[in-house]
């Protein structure tokens, strides 16, 4: 605090002496007006998404966690649940807040679902829903919750798998066998013509396979 001196005249000429006193991180004059209270918290449920948003389809998994902004006065149910089950699921699909562990991040346990198609990566949603059965009622019932985009990545191609790539055999009326299966699973049947690059020398007995979604990684003999 610091005192200032100011001299003024009255109406009769006199000379007044006036002290204002000001804040040293103020100017001159009246005070400032506080600072107006923090706006309170509204119903909301903060989320966060994993980072990388990315999943190996083979076994990977990732972790998203959701909080609660401000304390219920009963209980708020939040329904998670993936856009693709086959792709990816989610565990626990339900958590549960009340007044006593509102602040309290939860975590949800994302993870990826190997198959045996080669669909290439795909694209899913988590999503979260605030259960209509919640008894909260500050007003959780109506928000909206953040979904989560993520991507699992795909670990199957699309070929075929020999048990011999090469053999020798000779010409005197000498055979060899080899087996072809698929690399993954198809949606339909798959018909494998074979074929020697020179027939003069060595032909093929069965000359076609077909494989479908049953047996395609049973290994198919060829002679």
């Known amino acids: 605090m610091r005192l200032q001196c100011h001299a003024t005249r009255n109406v009769v000429g006199a000379a007044v002496l006036t002290l204002a006193a000001t804040s040293l991180f103020a100017g001159c004059g009246a005070d400032e007006p506080p600072a107006a209270p923090p706006t309170p918290h509204e119903p909301g449920v903060t989320t966060t998404a994993p980072t990388p948003r990315e999943i190996e389809e083979a076994g990977g998994s990732t972790v998203a966690t959701y909080v609660l902004n401000i304390a219920p006065d009963g209980e708020v149910l939040i329904d998670i649940e993936s856009s693709d089950a086959g792709e990816a699921v989610v565990t626990p699909s339900r958590l549960i807040f009340d007044p006593t562990n509102w602040s309290t991040p939860q975590e949800v346990l994302i993870s990826a679902q190997d198959d045996s198609v080669a669909d290439g990566d795909s694209q899913i949603t988590i999503a979260a829903a605030v259960d209509a059965s919640s008894t909260d009622t500050t007003g959780y019932a109506n928000i ?80």
């Open 144 to 223: 909206a919750v953040s979904a989560i985009h993520l991507t699992v990545l795909d670990d199957e191609s699309v070929g075929l798998v020999p048990t011999q790539v090469t053999m020798d055999l000779s010409e005197e009326g000498a055979s060899g066998a080899t087996s072809i299966m698929l690399t993954s699973q198809p949606d339909g049947d798959v018909v494998v013509v074979l074929s020697s690059s020179d027939p003069t020398a060595a032909t093929v007995i069965l000359a076609q396979l077909t494989f479908s979604t049953v047996n395609w990684n049973i290994a198919q003999l060829v002679t």
